[in-house]
């Protein structure tokens, strides 16, 4: 049995649960709670868990006795026990009200192809999982979730090495994390070679985060044990002064969340030099203020296209970005990737200066959103999509880059702009889109799109009154 066969198996079994009126999110907690017990006691790792508290002797119980055993467990591993095993289960409670439900959620994973499952791996399984929820609309889980693909398009962009400290402030299922984590394994001759510091050093402490949503930091708890990884994930808001010590990164890859605070107050950081209500560009202060000043401290962070053209505040943190960061690369993603369709978004990608003055002289934007076919669920993003991005990228060497726009060629998607033609644009503008589409399709301003709104509303209007009197007509 496959990875997904055993994944949509365990899928499937949200069916169970549904006259127990769980979502699918409670769902996947629930399936953490009693996974967690299985593959400790395939992994060996039991011996974290009190015996009396162990698989075998959840899945001996049935009926309400089960039931009763199941809330007391939660309980005891939550209040009483340490580490990762404590982090996941500290505040849990059950939502499942019917002993049947439960026994027979036990038995169904009790009986999967657990060796299958060691042999592709643990951590795939349940990352599988994690997509299944972010995939199903009624979730909301998906609606940023960051596809696979572009995580793993920005690890190998960002090449995380041996020793450096990588980090997610918004961290989610600890994706981003895991992508960094498995890119250093890969990539490194020999991992198990390494002295035995440095070999420590990246279990415990080179991938680290930080989430808001305490179900959401369960899971991101889980998937990093399954894949090994000990480093620190803070369960706290990053925007608020829990984030401050939150600093000296070698890399950064993040897609933090978009939108304002709520009531619109602004963030509780008190180190910011430009707080502002929006997310996003707090975010932004954070992530390239949270780079160490070496030179060579990096970051890959998903935005949305707001970012780029706000202004008051907006542009005094764009100018400051490109002072204290040379800010080489904007990629500009196509629409459908993620669920919330009317977001467009955009990675940025940046180093901190020794310094910060004077690091941005030129910033390379690739297009890869007009004149593209339309993606999401039936037509997924896929690898081969960003292959002449990463050939453009060229491992972020400027001199090596090679322009493909010219005015024989017009519709080259990467083009390069001076720190003087930015500075030059209204408000400092990045918003820069220089494409036109062969659909006919071309993003349209907001004045555009209110104009068009009216038009046709306009016509409905109309069309309403004739019909209206051709009724009185026929009537009279």
């Known amino acids: ?75 005891h591993l939550g209040e009483n026990c340490t580490g990762r095993v404590r982090e996941i289960y500290q505040g849990s409670a059950t939502n499942i009200e019917e002993p049947k439900n439960l026994e027979k959620i036990i038995t169904t994973i009790d009986g999967l192809d657990w060796f299958s499952a060691r042999e592709e791996g643990l951590g795939n399984l ?19 979730f960051t596809p696979r693909v572009l995580i793993d398009v920005m690890t190998r962009l960002m090449k995380p090495q041996p020793g450096e400290r990588c980090n997610d402030p918004a961290c989610g299922t600890f994706g981003f994390m895991i992508s960094a984590s498995q890119y250093v394994r890969e990539n490194t001759d020999d991992l198990f070679q390494l002295d035995a510091d440095t070999a420590k050093f990246e279990r415990e402490e080179a991938f680290t985060g930080c989430e808001l949503v305490h179900d959401t930091h369960r899971l991101a708890l889980m998937n990093a044990m399954l894949h090994d990884i000990e480093g620190e994930i803070k369960l706290a808001d ?38 502002t209500s929006n997310k996003q560009l707090n975010f932004l202060q954070h992530i390239y203020r949270s780079l160490n000043t070496d030179g060579k401290a990096r970051a890959a962070v998903v935005l949305p296209d707001n970012v780029l053209f706000a202004d008051g505040d907006g542009e005094k943190i764009r100018k400051d970005l490109m002072e204290k960061c040379n800010l080489h690369t904007i990629l500009r993603l196509p629409t459908g990737i993620f669920y919330a369709q009317g977001v467009k978004t955009n990675v940025l990608f940046f180093t901190r200066g020794k310094t910060d003055k004077a690091n941005t002289k030129e910033v390379w934007i690739y297009d890869l959103r007009n004149d593209m076919p339309s993606f999401g669920k039936t037509n997924p993003l896929k690898k081969e999509d960003f292959d002449d991005f990463v050939a453009c990228y060229a491992d972020g060497d400027l001199s090596a880059r090679k322009e493909t726009y010219s005015e024989e060629n017009p519709n080259g998607r990467w083009r390069k702009f001076t720190y003087d033609e930015i500075l030059a644009r209204d408000k400092t503008s990045l918003d820069i889109t220089w494409m036109k589409s062969d659909s006919g399709t071309d993003d349209y301003t907001l004045a555009e799109l209110l104009e068009q709104i009216k038009e046709k ?17 026929v009537e009279e």
């Open 457 to 473: 509303s306009s016509n409905i209007s109309k069309a309403v009154a004739e019909l209206e009197a051709l009724i009185g007509e």
């Open 238 to 275: 990053t925007l608020s002064n829990a984030g401050k010590e939150m600093k000296g990164y070698d890399v950064v890859l993040t897609n933090p969340p978009f939108g304002t605070k709520k009531g619109g107050e602004r963030a509780t950081r008190d180190d910011f030099t430009f707080p």
């Open 126 to 144: 349940y990352e599988g999982l994690l997509e299944k929820n972010a995939n199903e609309k009624k979730s909301g889980a998906g609606q940023y």
């Open 1 to 75: 049995m496959t990875t997904q066969e055993i994944v949509s198996k365990l899928w499937n079994l949200c069916n169970v649960l549904r006259d127990d009126g769980i979502t699918y999110h409670q769902y996947v907690t629930e399936l953490t709670y009693i996974l967690f017990l299985k593959m400790a006691k395939e992994t060996g790792a039991e011996k974290q868990i009190p015996e009396g508290y162990r698989w075998d002797v959840l899945k001996s119980k049935s009926g309400v006795e089960l039931k009763k055993f199941y809330k007391e467990l939660l309980n």
